[in-house]
C-alpha cells in the first residue's frame, strides 16, 4: 500500500507540474499573442497618421497639381517701338514691387539686369519720356528668362502668339494661362494689381514654376 500511495504521489506531482507549465506556456503565448497584437495595432495607427501628416506636408509645400499647358503653333515678331535704359538703383523697386528681392536672389537669376522700358508720347514726339514697365532679364548661351511687370501698363513685348487658351494652371491658389511654344514657356496675367508678362528659353517646367511661386504667393 506505501509503493502504492508513493507511486500516486509521484504521477499527481508529474500531472500538476504539467498543468502547471501548460498554464504558464499558455498565458505566455496569450501575452506574446496581445503584445503582437498591440504591437501591429500600434504600427497601424503610426503608418496611417504618418500618410496623414505626409500628405499635408506634400500639399503645404507644392503645387496643387493642376497645371495644364497650351500648346502655342505659331508665333510671330513685332515692332517693338521704345527704348530700353539699365536701371542701377534698386531700392525703389525693393519697396514698391513685393516680389523683387526674392526674384533677383533666386538661383535662376545667377546674372540678371534690370531695365526700363520707355515709350513715346505720340509717333511724332522724338523723346521716350514714359516708363512703360520693369524687366529683369537674366540670359546665358543656354536659356533665357524675362520678367516685365507694371502697375499701370501692360508690359511691352517684341513678339506676338494667340493668346485664347481654354486651360488654366492653379499656382498657389491663384489661376492664370501658361502656353509653351517648342522650348519656351510664356504667361500673362494680373495679380495684386501687378501686370506681368514672363518667358522663358531653354529651361524646365518645373523651374519655370518655380519662377511664378516667387511671385504668386
Same mark, same amino acid.
Given at each position: 500500500m506505501a509503493k502504492k500511495q508513493i507511486m500516486k504521489n509521484i504521477i499527481k506531482t508529474k500531472i500538476n507540474k504539467e498543468n502547471i507549465r501548460n498554464n504558464i506556456l499558455s498565458e505566455e503565448n496569450s501575452y506574446m499573442s496581445n503584445s503582437i497584437l498591440k504591437y501591429a495595432l500600434c504600427l497601424i495607427v503610426v503608418g496611417v497618421f504618418g500618410v496623414i501628416i505626409f500628405n499635408n506636408t506634400k500639399n503645404d509645400n507644392s503645387f496643387d497639381n493642376n497645371i495644364k499647358i497650351n500648346k502655342v503653333d505659331y508665333m510671330g515678331a513685332s515692332i517693338l517701338d521704345a527704348e530700353v535704359k539699365e536701371i542701377n538703383d534698386i531700392q525703389k523697386l525693393e519697396s514698391e514691387y513685393y516680389f523683387y528681392k526674392d526674384l533677383v536672389n533666386n538661383r535662376l537669376f545667377n546674372e540678371q539686369k534690370t531695365y526700363e522700358v520707355f515709350t513715346r508720347e505720340s509717333?511724332?514726339?522724338?523723346?521716350?519720356?514714359?516708363?512703360? /514697365?520693369?524687366?529683369?532679364?537674366?540670359? /546665358?548661351?543656354?536659356?533665357?528668362?524675362?520678367?516685365?511687370?507694371s502697375k499701370n501698363n501692360k508690359p511691352l513685348r517684341d513678339y506676338f502668339f494667340e493668346d485664347n487658351g481654354k486651360s488654366y494652371s492653379s499656382i498657389n491658389g491663384e489661376k492664370i494661362k501658361i502656353y509653351s511654344y517648342g522650348k519656351s514657356y510664356m504667361t500673362t496675367f494680373n495679380y495684386k494689381g501687378i501686370n506681368f508678362d514672363i518667358e522663358s528659353s531653354n529651361i524646365s517646367e518645373s523651374d519655370f514654376l518655380e519662377l511664378l511661386s516667387l511671385i504668386i504667393k
Open positions: 509717333v511724332e514726339s522724338k523723346e521716350y519720356n514714359i516708363l512703360n /514697365n520693369y524687366s529683369v532679364v537674366t540670359f /546665358n548661351d543656354a536659356s533665357s528668362i524675362e520678367v516685365s511687370f
